[in-house]
């Protein structure tokens, strides 16, 4: 973020009741300090990095979480976005949108300064619309532009992820890559999916079927189809995720991949997991010039 951009945001945020920001080592960081909720975000990804409300943490973030430009956090809600993982793993007519050899994996959005458009408090509520502008992006050929809102609230957290075709028509995948605490994770698990078809991504990609409750047991890396509310069970809470995308990812980096992540405690594993709200694979969305799409988010203690 530059000067001058940085001193736009305290501008905006002047007349703030329960928002302030400062500079975290190289990145904005709006901090939200609600009487029933507290918050911290980054304009740049969008990213939501804690969010607290009823004693609780409600997402997990790493203790080696780094505040640097140009790469996202590992924790939080990174936004995956306008391709998501390994590009090479989407559908064609995204790939086409690409114009780097190297494109970075989750897309650009969650490494990129986003501005912060409006915000508005109330005795109950916070809400926070960023968004990222377009045409600035050298490894896309698209014109689309993405904005994120964020609401908060003791009761829920819901973020709601809209895209704007331009001119062109746009293709595109997407998460909101929600990292989930725990203190255990051999006794957490996941709801929702029973019956469902998964794709293995570390079984060469084969598809399944999920039988029964998700639990952790090996490293996990796959993408669901979903079609109701997924109930996420730890030993501390019980959350409900439901959202209108028919996709989500669910990820545990187990042990030996803890040892090449960046930004990862090499015994962290054990208190995170992944459920990423997603339009991935057949789920993809495709606009034509001047649609909008919106992928719609939101957590609820139970
Ligand atoms: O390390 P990152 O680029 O943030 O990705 C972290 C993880 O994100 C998703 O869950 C993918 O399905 C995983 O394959 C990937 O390892």
Redesign the pocket.
């Known amino acids: 973020m530059t000067e001058q951009q940085y001193t736009a945001l305290q501008t905006k945020l002047t007349d703030a009741q329960y928002l302030t920001c400062e500079m975290k080592d190289e990145l904005a960081v709006i901090n939200v300090r609600h009487p029933l909720f507290q918050a911290e975000l980054t304009t740049q990804g969008a990213q939501l990095l804690r969010f607290r409300a009823q004693n609780r943490d409600w997402l997990w973030l790493s203790d080696k979480a780094e505040y640097k430009r140009g790469t996202?956090l590992?924790g939080g809600i990174?936004v995956?976005w306008p391709w998501?993982?390994?590009a090479a793993k989407n559908p064609a007519a995204i790939q086409t949108m690409i114009s780097s050899d190297q494109p970075p994996?989750?897309g650009f959005a969650r490494s990129h300064e986003w501005e912060l458009r409006s915000f508005s408090e109330s005795d109950e509520a916070i809400e926070i619309h960023l968004a990222l502008a377009p045409g600035q992006h050298p490894s896309w050929k698209g014109d689309a532009s993405v904005e994120l809102n964020m609401s908060l609230s003791s009761a829920a957290l819901s973020l709601q992820l809209t895209t704007t075709a331009g001119k062109s028509p746009a293709c595109y995948s997407q998460?909101l890559?929600t990292y989930f605490p725990t203190s255990e994770i051999d006794s957490t698990h996941i709801e929702g999916l029973s019956g469902n078809r998964y794709i293995d991504?570390l079984d060469q990609w084969s598809e399944k079927t999920q039988e029964g409750t998700v639990t952790f047991s090996e490293e996990t890396?796959r993408?669901y189809t979903v079609d109701r509310p997924l109930i996420l069970t730890t030993p501390e809470y019980t959350m409900r995720l439901t959202g209108n995308n028919h996709t989500a990812?669910v990820?545990n980096?187990w042990i030996d991949?803890s040892k090449r992540?960046?930004q990862f405690d090499d015994g962290a594993w054990q208190r995170m997991f992944?459920v990423?709200s997603a339009n991935v694979m057949q789920d993809a969305v495709q606009l034509q010039p001047g649609e909008s799409h919106t992928l719609e988010m939101r957590l609820e203690l139970e």
């Open positions: 996202s590992r990174p995956c998501f993982g390994d994996a989750h998460a890559h991504a890396d993408i990812v990820w980096p991949k992540l960046s992944c990423e």
